[in-house]
């Protein structure tokens, strides 16, 4: 039966990547192989929303109080892309990764089921 979950973070930088998720967000990591790192990740949960043709997937990163977070992580030279919005299901932002992409942050206001 499946027992994880493996996601990918494509990037132009991926190095710069892996440095911040090691050195910025402190996920512990094996190495593969050539410097090659996997990251283990917080709890997790899977959403699945409506839409109309292709949208792809999405990653972000969950939080307890995301302006002290945002603090942190802006204290620790991250780049936040947009500003926080308060929606249904909690407040939102999102953070620009080394090699360039962008991963979403919130702090949710719905039940979680990452700890079930």
């Known amino acids: 039966m499946i027992n994880a979950v493996h996601t990918l973070i494509y990037s132009e930088n991926p190095e710069a990547d892996r440095a911040f998720l090691r050195d910025v967000l402190g996920f512990p990591h094996v190495d593969s192989g050539g410097g090659w790192l996997i990251f283990k990740l ?11 043709g292709d ?10 109080d995301i302006k002290a977070t945002v603090a942190e992580l802006t204290a620790n030279g991250v780049q936040v892309t947009a500003p926080l919005s308060e929606r249904e299901y909690g407040i939102e932002t999102s953070i620009r990764l080394p090699g360039g992409g962008q991963v979403g942050l919130y702090e949710p206001r719905h039940p979680v089921a990452y700890d079930l």
């Open 55 to 64: 949208r792809g997937t999405e990653l972000h990163f969950m939080c307890d």
């Open 42 to 52: 917080p709890p997790g949960e899977v959403g699945v929303h409506p839409a109309h």
